[in-house]
T-cell receptor, first 113, second 112 residues
Framework: GEDVEQSLFLSVREGDSSVINCTYT??????LYWYKQEPGAGLQLLTY?????DMKQDQRLTVLLNKKDKHLSLRIADTQTGDSAIYFC?????????????FGKGTKLSVKP | EPEVTQTPSHQVTQMGQEVILRCVPI?????FYWYRQILGQKVEFLVS????????KSEIFDDQFSVERPDGSNFTLKIRSTKLEDSAMYFCAGGEGNTEAFFGQGTRLTVV
């Protein structure tokens, strides 16, 4: 069945770049998403990429998609302590519908000063 | 900035009782969703709702679950007879279209 996998932890120093990786299995996924969850808060949509793109940049965030390898990454440039959170990768299940997202378990990013 | 709000933030209920989790989506949203996250596990899709009816639901969303949008603003999830394994964080989400979803802060449901 469909599955999304992420490493559980990532630790970086303030000012460095962070790269959070994700693999997915459903080749028919149309959209892939990155969400951020801060402690006690909901899931904040950071960015998403359409499957016919291989890169999307939004300020400090860069999303890379390798559709052949079913690999998605999120790069955060100049990581700040405020970026410490759990980052979830998700894929859409039914060809573009947000209704049924398959989430990874989340990567906990710790940023050390 | 408008946001999706959920109440209560934490609900404790006895096994077998009915609970209603409430959500107030952003006013221009047309698509509504419920997800849940059992502690230590992945966020799981429950149901999507569009045009006053369920558009998709997962295997988790069985007969003990129901959703309503009774007054055009609130969006509710009802669990008829709660079980211990229903303990989870329940997230409501909404979007104008079906490519973005904005989540609420969640309701933590504890069934004892």
């Amino acid at each position: 069945g469909e599955d999304v996998e992420q490493s559980l932890f990532l630790s970086v120093r303030e000012g460095d770049s962070s790269v959070i990786n994700c693999t997915y299995t459903d080749s028919s996924s149309t959209y892939l998403y990155w969400y951020k969850q801060e402690p006690g808060a909901g899931l904040q949509l950071l960015t998403y990429i359409f499957s016919n793109m291989d890169m999307k940049q939004d300020q400090r965030l860069t999303v890379l998609l390798n559709k052949k390898d079913k690999h998605l990454s999120l790069r955060i440039a100049d990581t700040q302590t405020g970026d410490s959170a759990i980052y979830f990768c998700a894929e859409s299940r039914y060809g573009g519908s947000q209704g049924n997202l398959i989430f990874g378990k989340g990567t906990k990013l710790s940023v050390k000063p | 900035e408008p946001e999706v709000t959920q109440t209560p933030s934490h609900q404790v209920t006895q096994m077998g009782q009915e609970v209603i989790l409430r959500c107030v989506p952003i006013s221009n949203h047309l698509y509504f969703y419920w997800y849940r996250q059992i502690l230590g596990q992945k966020v799981e899709f429950l149901v999507s709702f569009y045009n006053n009816e369920i558009s998709e639901k997962s295997e988790i969303f069985d007969d003990q679950f129901s959703v309503e949008r009774p007054d055009g603003s609130n969006f509710t999830l009802k669990i008829r007879s709660t079980k211990l394994e229903d303990s989870a964080m329940y997230f409501c989400a909404g979007g104008e279209g079906n490519t973005e979803a904005f989540f609420g802060q969640g309701t933590r449901l504890t069934v004892v």
